[in-house]
């Protein structure tokens, strides 16, 4: 078992942050733990745990155990049932509808890659949308592990609306993540993109404002539809902008409508929108169209390619899609992964009194 | 029948660019007789010049009639066949191969669509690869058509090597563009959103180094990997970069890897690659989450809703991917295409001697 060691960082900063490294282990026991004090099974709580400190590995922190504040409220106020357990429908031979029924994102998400795995071992393509859905931490998790069975996986869904459209002041959007994966040559982790269609996401923009730091410029407007670096002034009214301008724009829009409509979760900024998270997931099996070995020796290949471009001007190396988390993952595993002090209390205050234990 | 008129524009500029306003029926009449004249079928000739007089109407002029003299060119090169007929291969319930064998890739994209039509009428979701493709034109065409039919429809595909990866300086990629289209409500056209994964089309950087303009900063480098604004150091040896940094970089690869290798055209910066257009069709039927309806009439209600969201500091209103395109249909039906004097010429000299006609 790795030690738990606060190191005083950025001492040289305005604002001290205190730093534990956690072994993944404990990390994984600490989030089980706070699962099962709601009442999840363990089986359940394994699946949710290992979804965030997976996502703490490959330094995704905004999407790791910091979650579990949230989660637990939720599931107190009854938005998230800890106890439910997610249905699938197969509405036609390459589509499946999965009743998410408030259990947790990830338990739900498990379940609609399991079953559109079916779907598409059957027909060589399928379709699945959760309804009823909560947070289902990073997308990435669930195209990665369709990759790994040699399919092509996309997954995109909507949220509350946070971000304005190309040219507007108003928030009509949410940040509408996309995933898509595809798998590599045998030994490498599959192809990973994930990213939210917004410029920057939600989380990070909180922690540039607890810093008391600015963004870069394009990422936010105030509340009178004027561009700022003010992370605050995002909370104040303004709004986040898509990236990549009116391209980035577009693909938020046709996720909104279609993550929001299929999943029956509605369009975040109209009436009717339950809450929750409009998620669908599309695969393909590549072996309907060639040999898998041969498209993975390929896209590795490509990938070696790719890392072996010479830099542009400002730039030190070309990374292909998830390699920098893999990067993160290998030095997380050695050294732990970093928790502040005060997500370290959050999250053992969670924990009912006998179960309380700080270091 | 519209009058040809040729107008002088720009006149206080450096270039005069003289313009012949052409009504949609007189081009597609054009266009279809150069096509035959290279021995297309009249029903492939009425496909192809539909293709590309749509995409003048829709102001995509880059994908327009300008295209006939490559295609011509392909043609008597062999590289096009205008007379094969392409073959629909379907290799498991909810995919389907279609081999364009080499026709022109409109015919085959609209083969495909066909296929893919009768797929997800079977099975709810579907995928189709084209192989063997040449250029389709816009994506969004195809994407559109299936929307009418309530389907939500992706298209992408990959192309030659002219685009650097994020951080680097060598050409990798193609400008790999991404199409999305679903339905509106009765009466309005579907939603398309359809764009280069290129921060700019290498078709619109011809245009600017030909009126000896220069580009925004972030669209290309030099030879050397360094950000310029100057389209002839693209055409020097430099590259595109994608849009939205890593972001539209990581789409990027994706669709190179999946257009590439699905479509057996292979990845443009590796051997093996056959050249041409690697374009994959996905598409799944709204009917199987949802009432069709009730889609129609909540993104109608949504689309309604982002225009009529407040501007931003600097802009002056919002639009819905694809409305900009139906503004510029509306009217150039009315007034005609504008085609410049050099462009018709071109056209004119594509014909036999004995069909030439100038105005």
Redesign the interface.
């Known amino acids: 078992m790795m030690e738990h060691r606060f190191v005083r960082q950025n001492a040289n900063e305005a604002m001290d942050t205190t730093e534990l490294r956690v072994s993944a282990d404990d990390l994984r026991g600490l989030a089980t733990k706070i699962l099962r004090s709601v009442g999840t099974s363990q089986a359940d709580a394994t699946v949710v745990a290992n979804s965030l400190v997976r996502a703490n590995l490959l330094g995704h922190d905004s999407h790791g155990v910091r979650r579990l504040t949230g989660y637990v409220e939720e599931a107190r106020a009854g938005r998230i049932d800890p106890t439910a357990g997610p249905k699938a429908e197969t ?5 499946v ?1 999965v009743h998410g029924r408030r259990a947790f994102g990830q338990v739900a998400a498990e379940h609609a890659v399991r079953e559109l795995r079916q779907v ?1 071992a ?6 699945a ?1 959760i309804r009823e859905c909560n947070h289902v931490g990073r997308l990435g998790e669930y195209v990665g592990t369709l990759a790994e069975h040699d399919l ?1 996986a996309l997954a995109f869904g909507n949220a509350d609306p946070t971000v ?7 928030r ?1 959007l949410g940040t509408n993540p ?1 995933a ?3 798998p590599r040559g045998t030994g490498s982790p599959p ?1 990973v ?1 994930d ?1 939210a269609t917004s410029g920057v996401a939600e989380g990070k923009l909180a922690v540039a404002r607890g810093r008391g730091e600015q963004v870069a410029s394009g990422l936010l ?1 105030d509340a ?4 700022s670096t003010e992370p605050a002034d995002f909370y104040g009214g303004g709004a986040l902008l898509p ?9 938020s ?2 996720i ?3 993550g ?5 979760t ?2 975040g ?2 009436p ?1 929108y339950t809450g929750g998270f409009g998620t669908v997931l ?1 695969a ?3 072996r ?3 040999s898998a070995e ?2 993975r020796e ?2 590795e ?2 990938c070696r ?2 890392a072996h ?5 400002g ?7 998830g390699e920098l988390e893999e990067r993160v993952r290998l030095e997380r595993g050695r050294n732990g992964i970093p928790i502040s002090e005060d997500t370290w209390h959050e999250l053992h205050a969670l924990l009912p009194p006998k179960e309380e234990r700080e270091p």
Request: charged share 15%; glycine share 16%.
């Open positions: 509405t036609r031979p390459g589509t509808v598409v059957a027909q060589g393509s399928g379709v949308a092509v304005a459209p190309y040219g507007g002041r108003e009509r996309l898509w994966a595809v192809v993109m990213w407007l009178d539809g004027r561009v990236f990549g301008g009116h391209k980035g724009y577009g693909l829009v046709l909104e409508v279609v929001g409509l299929l999943s029956a509605g369009i900024s109209l009717g599309v393909f099996d590549i309907a169209f060639t041969d498209f390929q896209t290949l490509f390619e790719l471009t010479g830099p542009a001007e730039h030190r190396e070309v990374l292909v899609p």
